[in-house]
């Protein structure tokens, strides 16, 4: 099955800073990449999504690239705000089931 | 539009008693899942149903049962409790039949079992 792995587990970053969230799979057949938001209490939400025939996507502050041959991905947050302090999880997704990584608890320091 | 709705919110069960986490949504969905979430773990699946009437597991079936009520729900069954099974669990829906959209999650349900 898939293999979904993401780093760093946690990350602190200054408000205003940029913050990257980087995760690889190892299912080749996998062609939809969605990430979450989490905040305390609650369930994921999703925040941008990329398919595997895109490279890059953008909305507003926040990017996803997707590297296809490395089996790579990365979410991008520009211009932090310390509302975007939460947990960040990746997926990966081929054949409908949706396999995630371990998560990123991401502070936004003011 | 209630999305994805999960009851109960919270449960405390003793060891060795059972219960059922009930989960609809409203979407018209045909794909619906179980996952589980530890600290440090991420969100591990639990089963997965792709249509009414079927069920998979998943990463992490053993100790538990689900059914695939209707197209609307999907019920997660611990038949004995254990510890190992405290833990926050999600309900999800979405349609992979459009292309693979993004999964729906309800609030989740927080397990302790003692």
């Known amino acids: 099955g898939e293999n979904v792995e993401q780093h760093p587990s946690t990350l602190s970053v200054q408000e205003g800073d940029s913050a990257v969230i980087k995760c690889t799979y190892s299912?080749?057949?996998?062609?939809?990449f969605p990430w979450y938001k989490q905040e305390l209490g609650k369930g994921p939400q999703l925040i941008i999504d990329i398919r595997s025939n895109v490279g890059e996507k953008k909305d507003q502050r926040i990017a996803v690239t997707l590297n296809k041959t490395a089996k790579h991905f990365s979410l991008h947050i520009t211009e932090t705000q310390p509302e975007d302090s939460a947990v960040y999880f990746c997926a990966a997704s081929g054949w409908g089931q949706f396999y995630f990584g371990t998560g990123t608890s991401l502070t936004v320091i003011p | 539009n209630a999305g994805v709705t999960q009851t109960p919110k919270f449960q405390v069960l003793k060891t060795g008693q059972s219960m059922t986490l009930q989960c609809a949504q409203d979407?018209?969905?045909?794909?619906m899942y179980w996952y589980r979430q530890d600290p440090g773990m991420g969100l591990r699946l639990i089963y997965y149903?792709?249509?009414?009437?079927?069920?998979d597991k998943g990463e992490v079936p053993n100790g538990y049962n689900v059914s695939r009520l209707n197209k609307r729900e999907f019920s997660l069954r611990l038949e004995s409790a254990a510890p190992s099974q405290t833990s926050v669990y999600f309900c999800?829906?979405?349609?992979?039949?459009?292309?693979?959209?993004?999964?729906?999650f309800g609030q989740g349900t927080r397990l302790t079992v003692v």
């Open positions: 299912d080749s057949a996998s062609n939809y």
């Open positions: 149903s792709a249509s009414e009437g079927t069920t």
């Open positions: 999800a829906s979405s349609s992979p039949s459009r292309g693979n959209t993004e999964a729906f």
């Open positions: 979407m018209n969905h045909n794909s």
